[in-house]
């Protein structure tokens, strides 16, 4: 995949969160990271989409750089951090280490009723889009 795809994917997959729920800051760092979705789509993908609250609860340094237009890379990788290949509904999520569009890892621990990624738990999964599954989160996920 080249990199005009691999961002076009993202972009795609996170649009279709951004519509899908509070995701204000979210679709605002879309627009940052300068991430238009175009005809290719790809896909399948499950995007963990975390919510304003999730966005507010970041420092504020960290907060500020997210949609500082010259820490657009960072931007991007962080955005790209929260999309996993594939279509997983909640209860299917593997237990465990899964790599995202990064290609790095993200770890998902299934608790009982609860599901977390990383730090972050799901809100409401099984969100159904046209190229995968969205679950929202109560944190960002932040690349080690």
């Known amino acids: 995949m080249t990199q005009d795809q691999a961002d076009n994917t993202l972009a795609s997959a996170l649009a279709d969160a951004a519509r899908e729920g509070p995701f204000t800051t979210l679709a605002l760092a879309l627009i940052m990271a300068?991430?238009?979705p175009t005809?290719?789509?790809?896909?399948p993908f499950t995007?963990?989409?975390?919510?304003?609250?999730?966005?507010?609860?970041?420092?504020?340094?960290t907060h500020d750089s997210l949609l500082?237009?010259?820490q657009k890379g960072f931007l991007v990788h962080l955005l790209g951090y929260h999309v996993i290949p594939g279509r997983y509904l909640a209860g299917e999520l593997p237990q465990g280490a899964v790599q995202t569009l990064t290609e790095e890892a993200l770890t998902?621990?299934?608790q009982g009723q609860e599901i977390f990624v990383n730090d972050a738990?799901?809100?409401q999964g099984n969100i159904l889009t046209e190229n995968g599954i969205i679950h929202i989160i109560d944190r960002v996920l932040l690349p080690s």
């Open 108 to 110: 998902i621990q299934h």
């Open 34 to 36: 300068q991430l238009e």
């Open 121 to 123: 738990r799901i809100l």
């Open 39 to 43: 005809a290719h789509k790809g896909g």
């Open 47 to 61: 995007v963990f989409a975390p919510t304003d609250d999730a966005f507010a609860q970041l420092p504020s340094h």
């Open 68 to 70: 500082d237009v010259e």
